[in-house]
């Protein structure tokens, strides 16, 4: 989309934008450069998962966009990155009529249907040298979309295939999806583009993570949450689910006459695709195959069945399409496919196995979730032996008797889940799984919010969960005191030494250096650990908390409001709403935590053991990392991993959790394991030593 010149050229004037104050008289010229910059980097960000500046700065700049036009209303464009955020609710979707219908997609399973299809495909276009292109099925939520004098007017979902929703608010939250590109340079007045709106696997894992931590039911996929995530009502909050969208296939391409353009200047599926992707589109552009022949074909459909699980985005098998637009008009469609185009559907990762119990788990907040306890089994190269039933919904829903035969699922990085029981397998004497109306720890009654799937214990001094609040607290991600696992936690409140969070601070160490496993050098370990984690910054002590709703981004982004933890106790629940990432759910969640009495007694406390409890505002050292992403595996030699962490960071950098398309370099320690392997396959990650790193920033 933009030549080598035209991104210097950006990357200059986006520093000279940064660098001053912007005078709050009418700049016409001001808006449009903000607005260039913008969509620049957002192309940066979300297509080529490249990212030049960081957040804070790309907010600088969206602020002052903001802000102009606030000023000055007369100059707001329809296409401005500023008119992404929609806001309130849209009161039910219209449906609108595709400009030709969206048909679906003609299965295939293995080798030999692929060649049967083919034989069939060159009968129909009577022609023996038919090339092929061959993409990713991406498992995702089909929409479509139509642009006018190179304006986005229209987003609709796939509907019946005749007729969809419209939803083009929610659709103009996406950055993926340029609010205006130059069709008109193709010649192009009218053009409908269908594609797929996805969920990156790492983001569906967290966002599941948090469906569960609520007491609700997870998603079964990705796609299903894309789609749900498509069709909510209130449009600015479809802008946090993380949602990205791939187009694939130009349907429809109009002059100012009218006259179809795919029969005249695009001649092939791959030309069309490299036409979206240098408009700014995200596309298979850079993954897409042409095969010459049908067994090609088929050797990259087993290459990516093999790979699937180092690919960011859920796929459940490719598409195969004659690439020549004249093979494609000779084929034609029947009624309810191209003749054309097939799919090839991967191997259902399912496997069957016994249920043969169920365990009730209470966790940090109470809330009791079953377990599943089956007979081991080997799905996608994984043992499985404990499954998640989320919630008493789950066992009714499928109606799980124990000893049932069950079928379990697992999809990439997903938690495995339990699809349904075999019932013509059920013995006639196996018993239903009964949800417990007592907490199987403390014996209290169990108690269900009107609003809430998941049952709770509301006993807080619930031995359950004061161990679970503790071991949370102690965790890597939270206070990070090493040496101090599930198991000794459990230990300690076994001898008495730990009844709450605040004893952690006023361990009897001299009994401990005589228990068995323990010693002076042990001892002494140990207690270093728990005293330097008092210089923990404030997030990790906010995560480490156990606020409801709160995860490891929200608690950076709380610590960055305030200057002491205490402030929360003056904020009302809309202040809270207006962090980023805080909901009406999250901030009702942090607003009841800082007015509840037991909570100020423990920070005070925290405070009084020398806990920091203060917010530290650190200042870059450099921005020699700035725009990069790192990920850190393998044991560090010089450094630990939260050390080398902090050091991107200070230098401009960011840090992210998965392999991914949008991971600059992997620093690869000693016993590097899978994150080594996954970057290995992906040539976009730099794989980088320890080494390395430092002088990057030296």
Known sequence: MYSAEQQNNLLKKTRALLSVPFPENKQENTIQD???????????????????????????????????????????????????????????????????????????????????????????????????????????????????????????????????????????????????????KYGIHRVEIRGECLIQKAIFKKFNERLIEEGEKPLANARNAASGSLRIKDSSKVAGRGLEAFLYQVAVAEDKNGNDLLNGKIHSHSQSIEMLHQLGFKTPFSIE???????????????????????????????????????????????????????????????????????????????????????????GGVEIKSISLFNEDIIREKDLHLGDHVLIERAGDVIPYVVGAIAKKRKSNSSRVEFPTTCPVCNSILVKAPDEAAWRCVNIVCPEQVAARIIHFVSKDAMDIRGFGEQIVRKFIELGFLHSIADIYHLPFEQIESLEGFGEKSRKKLEDAIDGSKKQPLNR????????????????NLAKAVNEIEEFTNWGVDQLMLLEDVGIKVANGIFEFFHHPGSLKLISKLKDSGVNTTSIKETLTSNKLEGKTFLFTGTLSQMTRDEAEELVEKNGGKNIGSVSAKLNYLVAGENAGSKLQKAEKLETVEIISEDDFLKMIA
């Open 34 to 184: 903000l607005r260039d910059a913008i969509r620049f980097h957002d192309w940066l960000y979300y297509v080529l998962s490249d990212p030049k500046i960081s957040d804070f700065e790309y907010d600088q700049l969206f602020t002052s966009l903001k802000n102009l036009e606030k000023n000055h209303p007369e100059l707001i464009a329809d296409d401005s990155p500023t008119q992404r955020i929609a806001r309130g609710l849209t009161e039910g979707f219209s449906t609108v009529a595709h400009l030709i219908p969206m048909l679906s997609l003609d299965n295939s399973y293995n080798a030999e249907e692929l060649f049967d299809w083919d034989k069939r495909l060159k009968e129909f276009a009577a022609e023996e040298n038919i090339t092929f292109s061959v993409e990713p099925k991406f498992d995702g939520a089909s929409i479509a979309l139509v642009y006018e004098n190179d304006k986005l007017i229209r987003g609709a979902t796939r509907g019946d295939g005749a007729r969809g929703e419209d939803i083009t608010n929610n659709i103009k939250t996406l950055r993926s999806i340029p609010l205006s590109a130059e069709f008109s």
């Open 541 to 556: 002590l906010i995560f480490a908390l156990g606020i409801r709703y709160v995860g490891e981004t929200t608690a950076k």
């Open 289 to 379: 195959r042409i095969c010459k022949n049908i067994s090609e074909v088929v050797e990259v459909c087993n290459e990516f069945e093999l790979k699937r699980d180092s690919i960011t985005y859920e796929i459940d098998g490719m598409v195969i399409k004659a690439n020549e637009r004249k093979h494609q008009l000779a084929a034609g469609f029947t009624s309810h496919h191209p003749r054309w185009a097939i799919a090839y559907k991967f191997k259902p990762r399912q496997a069957e196995t016994i249920l043969e119990s169920v365990e009730f788990q209470v966790g940090r907040t109470g809330i009791v979730t079953p377990v599943a306890k089956v007979k081991p089994v080997k799905v």
